[in-house]
């Protein structure tokens, strides 16, 4: 198995970071005193903070890929989401305090105070650009923002963030206290943002260009697998050096003129062999249509694998739960494990039901259950997925390893559900799609 | 700065920020109650307003931006321009009105301007005055008592340090160099910054030309300038060196006090 | 909602924290200046503005005996950073010497490249301008 980093040995990481910020703060202030050295020393304790926090935001995003194994692409946003908000106010806190603590310091008020620092200490006015880039960048970010944009406008507000690192680094050198005076602690600082910024290049950049190169991936064919369900077949040269494993997905670019600026992830439907993969891709709008029309032949930029979320060899039984697109990382799932594995595959009409004669198959084949449960709360009188019809769709559930994918509201309940069925927290895996 | 018993010696130092410096008056307490010195300050802000490249709507912004003509200008914009042109045939195109492409005579303008607001002090009487604007000196008579002025030239390697002290008496000292504000005089001819003198001080009459001779012959760089100020009439220079060695011109050597 | 009210209180406790643990050492150095009353006959002091730099204010006292300058005083320096303190150290000494030495040559004004304006250099020259 590759390498993989896992959540607690990251958020050490981050934390032991953040305490080695603090330390050299406290190393280069000697006193602190009146309320303009409080202020002054908040913000620059809080602009240490937000240089730093700035640059592990960037990290969790750089597709490391023992990261992304070990922390899941999910987790990731999750936490890369919460930073944001956090440093954009870390952000915030420091200029508003710098301001305030110099004005009292040099006994003016804080609108000439601002006036001089904007016009007369170097880099601040682009700093102060970089903090109004991230606000904007915030604001678009915020939940009822986002949903009136495509993903794919707000994608591309979001590179502006790199602009502002990039505006506002220089100010950290010529004023920051801690800095002006240690070659030491710039030459760490410096070091810092280069690493994580190769890093980025070679995960984002390199890798998939070598992998484009490498494995030649190209659209071998595409087929309905129901109204709004369409299956991709992608082939290319020794995919077995990808190590994908059940479960995980890749960032797909089809390279035709109409989509090549789009990246989407979407999880393997099958077990890839060494020359061809599957993706299933469920979805009403252009770009699902637009999928559907791929030409055999279109070259893919194919980034990955990515995910956390694969099984867990650990000799139990395994129960697999599947709600409406949630079945295609658990298909190849179902297909690989070995063992007592029963899946329950949960949608609202037949219709939405793909891949039935495979897992029919598959089932048959290794003595695994199917449980197609298929209808609307109305029709069952209730949830068909609660505690009482997990166990008895799944006897002995307690005692079994669950592996659950899912639109949220599925699995939220589900989670709740199974809880209650007595199935430990720990032996609940779940991967939640909204990125 | 000497505080005398005498009523008739007292003397008032003003110091006046304008055209981005600070401009500083040594006057007998006579020309603050007759308003020379009030003339002279007023003087110096009119000039600002007109000259300064740093203000959107003076003359000299809207010449640059070609929004005006010279005929519009005030008629001192005129006899600024003519001497700049003759200072320009002089130095062999060493001075410019226009450094970098971008019309600015503030190389003359500057020293021009001193001496004006000095002569504005010796025409209400004063027989005894120094007026500093940012470095260059125009002086009238003495410190008091028959003694010349003393006027310190900074060393521009040792900053605070004074490099010589020269006497002056009814005459102009004018520096030009990079001790303050860096390289940023351009020789006109490459468009690169000057090298090879620290400092250029030229010491004569006027300051209006003291002060453009300076700045030319710093224009020129060592070899040059050592020729062409001694080929000056009624002027001198002493020059400090990027190594630090000095030289100066033959007539320079009579003010050298120490 | 909660989770941020949370880590703003987390925030601000850490801040408040960190300086209060760097209250204990004397300020920034400001120096009494001495008043006129207690120099000797002859000798007055003029203080300087306060002039404002990107590192904290500086003032400076001037005490002039007979036009001539005697003492200089810093008043106000800023000391808060190792860095501020190393400035203090080097620079102020040998500023403060360097105008004993300008001074003693009984120079009426100084011929230099031009200058704008710079923190003690500022000062100086008000605290001479003022004592005329």
């Known amino acids: ?131 109004f880039l991230l606000l904007g960048v915030g604001l678009v970010s915020a939940r009822a923002v986002r949903r009136t944009m495509s993903y794919e406008t707000w994608y591309y507000l979001h590179f502006y963030t790199y602009l502002a690192i990039a505006l506002a680094f220089s100010h950290q050198f010529a004023v920051g206290a801690a800095f002006t005076g240690s070659l030491v602690a710039r030459f760490w600082w410096s070091a810092l943002y280069l690493i994580v910024g190769s890093l980025v290049v070679w995960y984002r950049v390199v890798v998939p260009l070598h992998d484009l190169t490498r494995h030649q991936f190209r659209v071998a064919g595409v087929r309905q697998e129901s109204p709004h369900t369409v299956s991709i077949y992608v082939q290319g040269r020794y995919l077995k050096e990808l190590a994908a494993e059940p479960g995980q997905f890749f960032r797909w670019r089809f390279l035709t003129r109409d989509l090549w600026w789009q990246s989407h992830p979407y999880s393997l439907s099958a077990v890839p062999s060494d020359e061809l993969m599957r993706i299933t891709v469920q979805g009403i709008g252009d770009h699902s249509a637009a999928l559907a029309r791929l030409a055999p032949g279109t070259r893919v930029l194919a980034e990955g694998p990515f995910g956390a979320f694969t099984p867990v060899r650990t000799g139990r039984s395994i129960l697999l739960l599947a709600g409406g697109v949630g079945i295609t990382p658990l298909r190849a799932m179902f297909a690989a494990l070995s063992g007592t594995v029963t899946l329950i595959y949960r949608a609202s009409t037949w219709q939405d039901i793909v891949f039935q004669s495979e897992l029919d198959a598959i089932a048959e084949a290794r003595g695994a259950i199917v449980h197609y449960v298929v209808g609307s709360r109305q029709e069952f009188g209730g949830d068909p997925l609660s505690a009482t019809a997990l166990r008895q769709l799944a006897p002995g559930l307690h005692r079994m390893d669950v592996y659950l994918c899912g639109p949220p509201g599925m699995t939220g309940s589900a989670v709740a559900a199974l809880t209650q069925a007595g199935v430990p927290r720990r032996r609940i895996h779940y991967e939640s799609f909204e990125f | 700065m000497p505080a005398s018993t005498s009523a008739v010696d007292v003397r008032v130092r003003h110091a006046e920020h304008v055209m981005g410096t600070v401009v500083s008056f040594d006057v007998p307490v006579s020309a603050r109650h007759d308003g020379s010195l009030a003339d002279a300050i007023g003087w110096l802000h009119w000039v600002d307003r007109v000259f300064s490249p740093y203000r959107a709507d003076s003359d000299v912004s809207l010449l640059a931006r070609a929004e005006t003509t010279i005929g519009a200008c005030a008629p001192e914009m005129a006899e600024v321009l003519a001497a700049c042109a003759l200072i320009r045939d002089l130095s062999g195109g060493y001075f410019t009105a226009a450094p970098g492409g971008q019309f600015d005579p503030s190389g003359y303008v500057k020293g021009w301007a001193v001496e004006r607001a000095a002569a504005l002090l010796s025409r209400a009487g004063s027989a005894d005055h120094l007026v500093n604007g940012g470095g260059d000196v125009q002086c009238a008579g003495g410190r008091a008592a028959g003694e010349p002025w003393r006027i310190g030239i900074a060393d521009p390697l040792r900053s605070g340090r004074l490099a010589l002290v020269v006497s002056a008496r009814d005459c102009a000292v004018a520096t030009s160099g990079t001790a303050e504000r860096g390289p940023h005089i351009l020789d006109p001819h490459t468009g690169q910054p000057a090298s090879g003198l620290a400092s250029l001080t030229i010491i004569g009459p006027s300051l209006a030309l003291a002060d453009a001779y300076a700045t030319a012959a710093f224009a020129m760089g060592p070899a040059r300038a050592r020729d062409w100020t001694a080929s000056l009439d009624g002027y001198a220079a002493f020059a400090i060196t990027a190594a630090g060695d000095t030289w100066h011109t033959p007539g320079f050597t009579r003010h050298i006090t120490e | 909602m909660r989770r941020a009210i949370l880590a703003v209180i987390a925030t601000a406790a850490g801040l408040v924290a960190l300086l209060s643990f760097k209250t204990h050492s004397a300020e920034r150095t400001v120096a009494t200046p001495e008043p006129s009353a207690s120099l000797p006959p002859g000798e007055r002091s003029i203080t300087g503005d306060v002039a404002n730099t990107a590192y904290g204010p500086v003032q400076v006292q001037v005490v002039v005996a007979t036009s001539k300058i005697v003492k200089v005083n810093v008043l106000e320096q800023p000391s808060s950073t190792e860095h501020d303190l190393q400035i203090g150290q080097f620079a102020f000494p040998k500023l403060i010497s360097e105008t004993l030495s300008m001074q003693s040559a009984r120079i009426d004004s100084v011929s230099g490249a031009t200058y704008t304006s710079g923190g003690y250099i500022k000062s100086l020259q008000s605290a001479l301008d003022n004592g005329a």
């Not at chain 1, 050295?37 to 240490?48: F, P």
């Not at chain 1, 200029?95 to 110099?102: E, F, K, N, R, V």
């Open chain 1, 1 to 131: 198995m590759a390498t993989a980093v896992g959540p607690r040995a990251l958020l050490t990481a981050i934390a032991a970071g953040a305490v080695a910020v603090l330390v050299l703060w406290w190393h280069s202030t000697l006193s602190v005193s009146g309320l303009g050295g409080w202020l002054t020393g908040a913000g620059e304790i809080l602009g240490l903070l937000a240089g730093y926090s700035v640059i592990v935001l960037v990290l969790l995003m750089a597709r490391i890929r023992p990261i992304e194994r070990g922390v899941g692409a999910d987790r990731l946003a999750r936490w890369h989401a919460m930073g944001g908000r956090y440093v954009i106010g870390l952000i915030s806190g420091h200029a508003l305090t710098i301001i305030w603590g110099y004005a009292v310091t040099a006994h003016t008020n804080p609108v000439s105070e601002t006036a001089t620092l904007l016009t007369t200490y170097p880099d601040v006015l682009m700093a102060t650009v970089a903090w």
